[in-house]
């Protein structure tokens, strides 16, 4: 029984671990949903008013992020808004792995390491998730893609 125990907890560290690297990038949208909705509650916007202020604003925070990061072109401003997408991932991070690390490792200090490692490795996975997902399509005037390839035969060499 004490294995199976061992078993399932290894698998729900891992299920846990693979949750937080893969919503890692949604951590921004969420703290801007959260706080949206709670001042929408406390406006008086009621429970149900501010759950859907809380999710419309998350869901505008990672849509508009996403589509500012395809659309401009220095790299100092895309870094800038990569950032702005990492950095509170690498703090929930931070937290998530100070937390798991509280349950089986007794050291202060290697809970620390830990903790700082999984800040590090988690906003590193935002910083990714974000730049590989909105990479902007380089486009020809014409509309079609530089890479795409191009039809070798067209009706005005057909005809001759």
Do not use: D, K
């Amino acid at each position: 029984m004490l294995v199976i125990g061992l078993i399932l907890s290894i698998f729900g560290i891992g299920l846990f671990c693979w949750l937080i690297f893969t919503l890692a990038v949604y951590a921004l949208p969420f703290f801007v949903g959260l706080t949206a909705g709670m001042a929408a509650f406390h406006g008086g916007a009621g429970v149900i008013g501010a759950l859907l202020v809380g999710i419309v604003v998350g869901a505008l925070t990672l849509g508009v992020g996403q589509i500012a990061f395809a659309v401009v072109r220095p790299l100092p401003l895309r870094a800038a808004i990569a950032a702005a997408f990492a950095i509170p991932a690498a703090i929930a991070g931070y937290h998530a792995v100070l937390g798991l690390s509280q349950i089986g490792v007794p050291s202060l200090l290697w809970r620390e390491v830990f903790a700082w490692i999984g800040a590090i490795f988690i906003g590193g996975t935002a910083w990714t998730r974000m730049t590989v997902f909105t990479e902007p399509l380089p486009l020809r005037p014409g509309g079609a893609s530089q890479n795409e390839p191009q039809p070798l035969l067209t009706a005005a060499t057909r005809e001759r």
